[in-house]
């Protein structure tokens, strides 16, 4: 006796549905991701503070194009790709409130 051999079509179901689930947890949450964060290069403007890659904190004080002229202190401008930024920090420049240092 034979037994009787699976069809192609049942024997792809595993391999199917787990690409289902691999796309909806990973890939279609990153594309969101991805969409969201070039959304808000394409809006950022003058008085934004932002985050770099690097961990630098600055305020937008000009766009150029692809690049940003960002003060990070009192009389210290940069100039960053439009590219490196990777979150808006507090929008529209407002700092956090000051946090009081505790002296040992």
Not at 32 to 48: A, N, R, V, W, Y
Not at 62 to 83: F, M, W
């Amino acid at each position: 006796m034979n037994p009787a051999q699976p069809s192609p079509i049942v024997s792809m179901f595993p391999v199917l549905a787990i690409f289902a689930v691999f796309y909806f947890l990973v890939i279609r949450p990153q594309q969101k991701q991805q969409k969201e964060h070039e959304e808000m290069l394409s809006t950022l403007k003058k008085g934004d503070r932002v985050l770099l890659n690097g961990g630098i904190y600055g305020v937008v004080v000009s766009l150029r194009g692809q690049d940003l002229e960002l003060k990070i202190a009192e009389n210290v401008k940069i100039v960053a790709a439009r590219s490196a930024v990777s979150k808006l920090a507090n929008p529209s420049g407002q700092l956090p409130a000051e946090q009081p240092t505790q002296v040992s």
